[in-house]
Each structure stands twice: as C-alpha cells, then as structure tokens.
C-alpha cells in the first residue's frame, strides 16, 4: 500500500497538498487539467522533488529520506522513455544494469520480456526506428524488468494515436494484472482511466480529493 | 500567389544594390588576383620548403586548435551543465560570450601579460625553478585560440546539454546510472551531434587567423599562410609570391566552405541561451570536480582580463592617452567602427530583404539562401587575401596609404556582414511572416513597410548587429595590417606596434583604451537603436 | 530649436572652408622617410632637424618607418605616389634593390669627405655612416666569449643568443650575410647548428637590445662594434662589450638617397650634402652609435678608441646581395625552421 498523507509542497506560487492510500488491487488514475500539478505529484513520489512536509509510506516504511535512484520506484513518461541511439535490448538492459553490463542470462531475461509486449525479435533494433507505439512497449518492457512493486505512469498514452492507444493500453492492464503492482496513472482522458478500471481521483487547486467512483466530477 | 502585383514595389532593389556592391568589393580584387597570377604560377609555391612548411603548419595548429578548443569545452559544459545552481552562474556564461565581442590585440596582449615572458606563470614558475616558458610560438598560438574558441564551443555544448529532455535524467536517476554511465548514455549523445560541426567552425576560424599568428607567430618557425602572404607583401615587396599564396588561400578556403556544407548542423553562435525547463539534475558524487573544472575554465578565461586592466594601471598611462598618435588612432578607429558597421548593416538589411521577399511571396527558398549566402563571401576571400587584391588593383590609380582607412572600413564591413545576416535573419523572417497575407492585402510595401512594419520588429536586434559589427571594426588588425601607416593609424595598429617593440606598459595603457572604446561603442549603439521610447529596456548582451 | 541649429551648422561650415581655402604657409617642408630609432628622442633625429632648418628656412618632416628595410618597402608600395622627397637609413646590402626600383636619382653631393673601409663610387647614395656588425655580451654572465663566428657555431647550446629576422632587420640580413661571407656554401649547416642557440628572432634590433638584451634574457645579442661606445661613454660602464671575431666582421654602411618624384630636388640635395658636414657628422656618434663616414678628429668620442677593431672588413657586393638575396632568405628560413 502506497501511503501519501499531506504531502504538502510550495513550487513557484503554487501549493500542493496531496493525500492518497494506492494499493495493488487496483489502478489509481490522478485525473486533472494540465498544469494541475499531476507531474508533480508523481515527481514527488518518484522522488525528483522533495516534500516541505507530509507522508510517504510504502508498506509502513516511510521513502521521503530515501534518494530518488533507491526508491522502489519506476516511471514511464509520456515520450523520450528510451535512449535513441542505443538498441532495443541495451534500452532494456539499462533496467538491469546502469553500465549495461549485461550477462546471457540477462539476454535472455530480455528476450522473454519483449515477448510478454509483443516485441518478439526487436532486440537488435535501433530505438530510434521505432514508432511512437513500439517505444512506449519498450519502455514498459523495461519497467517490468526493474521489477519494482511501484509503476508510475505520467501520461504514457498521451502521445499515441487512437488505435496505438487502444493497443498500448490493453498491453498495460494485461501486465499489471500479471505483476501485481502498485500503479498510479495520471492521465487528462477519462477513458484510459475507465479501461483500465482504475479508481479515480480528482486534482483540483493542488489538492487530492479522495473520491468513490461515484462522486467524480466531470472535468 | 500575390494578391498585388508586385510591379509597385521594387523588393529586388535593395538585395540588387548590395549584391552589385559586393561583387565590385570582392570580384575585381579577386579578379586583379587572378590577373596578375597569369605571370605566377601558384603551383610553384609548393616546390619551396618553407611554403610547403608554412601550409603544414596551417593545417596542423588549426587542427590542434580545434582539437584542444572542443576537447576542453566537453568536460566544461559538463560541469556547467550539472551544476545548475550555484551564485554567478549567469554571469559566468555570459562571460563566455565575452571573447566574442573584446578584439583579438586586446585578448592577446592580456594573455601576454599572464603568459608571457615577463607575466605572471613565469614569475610562479620561475621561483619555483621551472625553465621559463615561451609563449612566442606554438604554445602562445594555441593558447589564444582556446581562449577565444573554447568558450563559444561550450556555450553551444551547454545549449544542447540543455536541450536533453527532463525524462531523460529522471530515467537517469531511477536506473541508477553514476557519473560514467550518465555521460555515456545521456550526455554524450546530446553533446555528439554538435561536436562535428563546431570542430569544422573552429578549424577554419583558426586556419584563417592572422592577428593571433602574426602576434604569437614569433617567426619563421610558426607562420601560417596569411601571415605569409602578409609578410610577402610588407618584408619583400614580392608580389609574385603574395599572388601565389593568396590563391592557394582562396582554394583551401573554398574546400573548407564545401566540406563544413557537408556536415551543414546550424552550429548555434550560443547566442540567446535558453533555461531549461527543469532545474533537476541528478546529485554527482563529483561535485568537487566539477567545482575544480568550473573555477580553472573561469580563470583561463578572465584572468587575461584582469592582467590587463591591472597592467594598464602604470604610471605611462596617462601620457599614453594624450600622445598625438592615440588620439589620433582613437578618432581613426571610432570613424571606421561606425562606417564599417553602418555599411555593413545596410547591406546586410538590403540582401536579406530581398531574399525573403523571394522565400515567402515565390516560395523559392533555395534561392533565397544563396543570395544570402553571398554575404558570407569574407569566409572565402580572408582579409588579407582581400587586401592584396585591392592593392594590385587600385596600385596603379592610387596611394593605397593614403586611402588606407576606407580600404579598411571596406574590408571590415564585409567582415561583419556574416554576422549582421545572422543575427537579422530571423527576426526580418519572422516579421514577414507573421503578418505577409495582411500586407499584402493592406498593399503595405517598400519604405512604408520598413518603416511601419519591420523596423520596430527588428529594431533591437538591429541595434546588436550594429553594435557587434561596431566591435569587430574597431578593433580588427587584419584589414588595417596591409596599409597602415604613421599617416592611417588605429588603435590595433597603433597596440600591435607598442607590443612589438616590447613597450609593455604603453601596449597596456593603449590595449586598455581599446578595449573602452569597442566597450563604449557597443553599449551606445545598442542603446541608441532601442530608443527613447524603450528606456531601460535595453538588449541584454 | 531646428532652425538655429541649421544656422550654426552653416556658419561652421563657411568658416571651415574659408580656412581651408586660405593659402598654405609659404615656406617648404623636406620629407625625410627615415627609421624609427633615428627620430626618437635620443636619436640623432632632433639635433639634426634643429641644425638643418636653422640653415634652411625650411620645415624637417620626418617620417618614421617601423625599420630601415620598411624605407624601402615602403616607397615601394607607395610608387610614383610617394610623399618622400628622400630616403635616409637604408643599408648598404639593399642599395642594389632600391636602385632598381627606378624611384631614386643622383644625389648631387660632394663626396670627397667620405671616408670608408671600402670605397666609395656610388653617385646616387650618400652614405652618412657605419659601423660592423658584431655580438654583444654582457661580461657579467659571460666571462669568455667565443672568439671566432666558428666557435659561436659550434658552442655548446645552452649559450643563448638573439638574433633578428633578415626579412625585416638590417643586423638581421648582415648576420645573415656574414655567415655566408664566412661559410660560403656552407652557410645552410652553420644555420642548422647555430638554430638550437637562438632564444628568439626579433622583427627588429631595438626589440633585441632593449627589451630583451638589456633585461637580461639572453647573454649575447647582434648589435655593432659601436653599441659598448654608448654605454661607455654615457652609462658609465664597461659592462656591455663587443666580441671580436677572427674571421672579420660585416660592414655595415648607411646611406640616403633622393626620390626622382620628389617636388624639392635643391632642397633635398642640400639635405644630403648637410648629412656630411661636420655638425651633422658629430652628432651621429652617441645619438646612432654608429662611426661617421667622414674624418672628424677630436669630435669623435674618445671611448670610441677602446672598441674592438676587426681585423677585416667583410662585405658582399650589393649586386650579388640583391640576385641572391632571395635565395639566402629561403635557405635561412629552411635552416633556421
């Protein structure tokens, strides 16, 4: 269980105060305009903004101390996810090992995640041949290999075309059906957050509104 | 399609009227060149030891040049780049940008006097026992071109570290990555893609530099092509060899045009440096290396300048200023600042005009490039090689020295040309576009046009080209260096005399003023073109 | 506002051109291109102005070009155009040179006086004075100097000397000249040993001397035999002396010489032959350091009497110096690489 309460934070002239109780059990979609602060929020879980006050708890130990590169954390953004220069494989393996030091058993643990997105084969690609689609699976196949129990997606389908989207989106809730992870989604579109039957809450004036399903406005 | 009929405005005058000018400037000197070829033979000069010498060793400081300038500006930038906060940063990199606009002599007679014989290293070394050390040569040439280059090739590595996107070093961080694997895998690529063009931009500054060789050069062992061509014509009056050299100038030059429009990367001036979005950078467990690298990159590069101005304070100063000659030169230089860059600008303006009427209203871009292009003819035909052209054209019907402030107000005009085009382009552009269907329709052209319409668009940028192409003028030697005389003289001319009979604390005293006065002009200009409407909104530099 | 502003400026102007129309002051002015040494302060340059225009009624303009090989250059750049009316310090290995410019004429002067080494036959430059190039040592740092421009070639490198450019200085060209004098073909090999000794080329002597030299910064450097005579008979020391080599010394001779274009052919002839009158001659000694090419007694500085006196006069003619002169330059430039 991912534990945020008040975590509060002052950025420009903007106050957040965020609270929020994210489990494995299903998806917790941040719905809000654009410049609500939904990056931020995810920014401060992740760790790459640090709180004034507040909690943050997952599974009773409190990660605010912790420096972001030790949270047990892993996000996937909207774009530049993978590094274009390098292959497929090298992209993935950054998961496992940061100077890519990667041993066959390594490779083959690869292969099979690119397999689980349905990238079988891609290994030797270059990401930067990619499409749009195809990176954001990379991206997430590197996610599972960190096999960290938190994933934070900020906005991941937001770039995609409809039908890519459709496609990357069933692609996700397969995965974290199989992988039981903590997931916090932050999306402007009501319908990624209803496919992936997650629980929606509302960002309004820097302030998480606990909320059923039932009392969600409309945006 | 035009909604007017373009017969009302004549668009094509301007571009017409400055490509007519710069033809005349560079064709008939060229073409007297060629002329006068036709009793040389250029290829001779390479049978000749010492030539064949000279052109090695234009090659090879260039190359080294260049090598040292981006070889050094890479861990720079990457200091700077991971150290967001810290106080002065700002100034700091805009202090980069200061070797733009400080003139060449002025540079050099600072790095003489920390680097020089008499200068502050060898007062350290020597008590420490060292052999002292000899900027006269290859040392002091590479030096200056550091000095020069290294801070513009940081300023657009920082820009393209800068420009990595922020998931890029949050990916960083949440993989793991150290100091090794964040340069191998976030910053090196970002910094890969400019580092062929900037060599290609630095290599020709330095195969073309003439002031830094002819100053640090220090004989026959360390002399490059123009230097040569120089030399021909001012030790031996032997124009054969000052014809010869010149043209296999002008053939490098043109190779080196050719070969950087191969890797054509639009290589930032590092002009307009942008914030990036986000402050976040991941915490280097290096932090006192960058510290170290961040403070000897700053001292290298300012200390120069506290050489000089400290030298300057001598008790020869005030006599200095007042001697007949300064004032002399003082007035010379500032004449030919403002004409030069007055010249300069107008043909600038009249090209680009022109040339973006044929991009917007026909669509014909290419075209459009190549007569701007044509405003960066100096990169073909340097200086000097210029200069020699005018002098066996105009020999004959003239006394060059008596004409030697408007050869060299010529000269430097088409020096700054580059610049003004560069830096104008995109505001005259971006006038144009934003509001071509309205005027058109509105049946707005010509002078009205300008007047209305582009000038208080570009009325800022404007007053920066003005301002730099001022600099540049007034503290050139190249174009001066040919035809200067006790009856032309100005202040680079007049500092590169004091400094080459090693009259160190006059050389101070003038180097000083000459700094003031490109200073002076910069500010005044750029003041003058923003207006008094505009108070206290002036440009930043 | 505007109006009065157009008033001022159109009286400026009327009195500007009133005053430029005005006829210029009636009396002449001699161009005299010369080098930069002879019309500094201490430089025979002020007392010969004084002395001249006193006879002359007449203004002295003297041009300073950066150095004597610069006189020549510069007349010729300048062509038919030229403002000098004469030429005064070119040396006698260039004379061949300018005379093939076509821009001299024959001076007119009585040379009866002169008195030199060598002899004199030429009829269009006046020499005014000489002296042999020699090295300068400081006997402080060196107690044994080399004796012969052998030894100096084949002394251990760590013994440094300055030398200046035979592009751009007249000692530069006479050393030049000197070794070939001496090495014949063999010039090029003597260069390539004596390379690793050179601190620095200079572009000119006064660099050599003064700011290097005389601070210190290498034990010996190209000068005259005259140069220990100023510090003699004005510094009072006997620190700085000239080493005598057996196998001779190079000759230099200066002369000046009157342009065909010049517009004052009396005035300048007069100059000429005043450089050879005795008041102009004395002077010459401690203000050019340099001996007088006429005989003028007890004028002469009696410290003058302890320089070194060379056993020969060495002097390649000033035609084989101009065929060659370009050849050498390379061949110099070869070695001295």
Request: aromatic residues 8%.
């Amino acid at each position: 269980m991912l534990t945020l309460e008040n975590l509060s934070l002052k950025l420009g002239s903007n106050h957040y105060s965020f609270n929020l109780q994210a489990n494995t059990h299903r998806v917790s979609a941040i719905l809000g305009k654009s410049g609500s602060g939904k990056s931020t929020l995810l920014n401060l879980i992740a760790g790459f903004l640090s709180a004034d006050s507040g909690t943050l708890q997952w599974q009773e130990n409190s990660l605010l101390k912790m420096p972001a590169n030790q949270r047990p954390v892993t996000t996937l953004f909207q774009q530049h996810n993978l590094f274009t220069h390098l292959t497929v494989e090298q992209n993935i393996g950054l998961g496992i090992s940061p100077d890519l030091n990667l041993t066959t058993r390594d490779e083959k643990n690869i292969k099979s995640v690119l397999e689980e997105v349905g990238l079988d084969g891609y290994a030797k690609n270059n990401a930067h041949k990619l499409s749009g689609g195809e990176q954001q699976r990379v991206a997430l196949a590197r996610c599972l290999m960190r096999k960290q129990p938190i994933l934070l997606l900020d906005e991941p389908f937001s770039a995609l075309d409809e039908s890519t989207r459709y496609e990357m989106i069933e692609l996700t809730r397969k995965v974290i059906d199989q992988h039981t992870l903590c997931v916090v989604l932050v999306t402007h579109n009501k319908d990624d957050a209803r496919m992936l039957n997650a629980l929606e809450y509302k960002l309004t004036g820097g302030e998480l509104l606990i909320n059923t399903p039932r009392n969600i406005l409309e945006l | 399609m035009p909604l007017t009929s373009d017969n009302s405005s004549r668009w094509w005058l301007p571009g017409l009227i400055a490509l007519i000018i710069l033809v005349l400037m560079t064709g008939l000197p060229l073409a007297a060149l060629l002329f006068s070829a036709t009793d040389v033979a250029p290829t001779e000069v390479f049978s000749n030891n010492y030539f064949r010498r000279v052109i090695w060793f234009s090659f090879y400081q260039a190359v080294l040049s260049a090598s040292l300038s981006v070889g050094l500006a890479i861990p720079v930038a990457q200091a700077l780049s991971r150290e967001q906060i810290f106080p002065g940063r700002k100034l700091l990199i805009n202090l980069y940008s200061l070797s733009l606009v400080i003139p060449t002599l002025v540079a050099i007679f600072g790095i003489v006097a920390v680097f020089g014989r008499t200068g502050w290293l060898n007062s350290i070394t020597g008590t420490l026992g060292f052999n002292p050390f000899s900027i006269y040569g290859l040392s002091g040439i590479l030096i200056a071109h550091v000095f020069f280059n290294m801070p513009l090739a940081t300023r657009v590595l920082i820009q393209s570290l800068d420009n990595i996107p922020n998931e890029q070093w949050r990916l960083a961080t949440q993989l793991r990555m150290g100091g090794l694997a964040q340069f191998r895998f976030v910053e090196w690529p970002a910094m890969r893609r400019q580092i062929v063009g900037l060599f290609m931009l630095i290599f020709t500054l330095c195969f073309t530099s003439f002031t830094i060789v002819l100053t640090l050069g220090g004989g026959p062992r360390a002399t490059t092509v123009e230097v040569a061509i120089y030399q021909a014509l001012r030790f031996d009056f032997d124009i054969n060899i000052a014809v010869s050299l010149a043209i296999v100038q002008l053939v490098f030059c043109v190779a080196l045009l050719l070969v950087s429009a191969l890797f054509k990367q639009q290589s930032p001036l590092g002009f307009g440096h942008q914030a990036p979005d986000s402050l976040f950078r991941p915490a280097s467990g290096y932090r006192w290396l960058n510290a170290l690298i961040i403070v000897v990159a700053s001292l290298f590069v300012s200390l120069p300048l506290v050489g000089l101005f400290i030298s300057a304070v001598n008790p020869a100063t005030i006599k200095v200023l007042l001697h007949a000659n300064t004032i002399k030169a003082s007035i010379n230089t500032v004449i030919i600042a403002l004409v030069a860059s007055g010249i300069s600008v107008v043909m600038g303006i009249g090209l680009l005009i022109s040339s973006r009427h044929i991009r917007i209203r026909y669509g014909k871009h290419r075209l459009g490039q190549w007569i701007q292009q044509a405003g960066n003819i100096i990169l073909v035909m340097p200086p000097v090689v210029l200069g020699t052209g005018l002098f066996l054209l105009l020999r004959n019907v003239a006394d060059v020295f008596s004409i030697a402030l408007v050869l060299a107000i010529l000269i430097n005009s088409l020096m700054a040309l580059p610049f003004v085009l560069r830096i104008l382009d995109g505001p005259l552009m971006q006038a144009a576009e934003q509001h071509d269907r309205l005027i058109q329709s509105l049946g707005i052209h010509g002078w009205s046009r300008w007047r209305l319409l582009d000038w208080p668009l570009v009325r800022k940028p404007l007053g920066f080209a003005m301002a730099i192409s001022a600099t540049l003028a007034a503290g050139d030697l190249s174009a001066i260096a040919l035809f200067g005389s006790e009856r032309a003289l100005t202040l680079p001319l007049l500092l590169f005399q004091r400094m080459g009979s090693y009259r160190f604390h006059e050389a101070a005293a003038t180097a000083a003023l000459l700094l003031a006065v490109c200073l002076i002009l910069f500010l005044a200009l750029q003041a003058l073109a923003n207006g008094r409407t505009d108070r206290g909104n002036y440009a930043d530099t | 506002m505007i109006t009065s502003f157009r008033r001022t400026a159109t009286i400026s102007l009327t009195v500007a051109l009133c005053l430029v129309a005005l006829p210029s002051h009636a009396a002449k002015t001699l161009t005299v291109y010369t080098y930069e040494s002879f019309t500094s302060e201490w430089g025979p340059g002020p007392v010969i102005k004084t002395a001249f225009e006193k006879q002359c009624d007449c203004t002295l303009d003297f041009v300073a070009i950066d150095s004597s090989a610069g006189i020549l250059n510069r007349v010729q750049l300048e062509g038919k155009s030229s403002k000098a009316d004469v030429v005064l310090g070119l040396d006698y290995n260039l004379m061949a040179l300018a005379q093939d410019t076509g821009l001299l004429t024959e001076s007119g002067t009585d040379l009866s006086a002169v008195k030199l080494p060598v002899d004199w036959t030429s009829d269009v430059f006046v020499p005014f004075d000489y002296g042999h190039f020699a090295f300068v040592y400081d006997t402080k740092v060196l107690a044994e100097p080399p004796t012969s421009l052998e030894e100096l070639v084949n002394a251990p490198d760590d013994l440094k000397i300055i030398i200046q450019d035979p592009r751009t200085s007249t000692p530069g060209l006479g050393l030049m000249l000197w070794v070939k004098a001496v090495y014949g073909d063999k010039a090029a090999d003597a260069w390539e040993k004596l390379q690793p000794k050179i601190l620095t080329v200079t572009k000119g002597w006064s660099e050599a001397y003064f700011s290097l030299f005389l601070n210190g910064e290498a034990p010996m450097v190209l000068s005259y035999d005259t140069s220990p005579g100023y510090h003699m008979a004005v510094d009072k020391t006997e620190q700085y002396q000239a080493a005598a080599f057996d196998e001779g010394h190079y000759l230099q001779i200066e002369v000046a010489a009157l342009l065909k274009s010049s517009p004052n052919q009396e005035l300048g002839q007069s100059f000429l032959q005043f450089m050879l009158s005795k008041e102009a001659q004395a002077a010459l000694p401690l203000t050019n350091v340099m001996y007088p090419s006429t005989d003028i007694g007890d004028a002469l500085p009696p410290e003058f009497s302890k320089l070194i006196k060379p056993t020969k006069s060495l002097l390649l003619d000033t035609n084989t110096v101009r065929d060659n002169r370009k050849a050498w330059i390379n061949e110099w430039l070869d070695a001295a690489n």
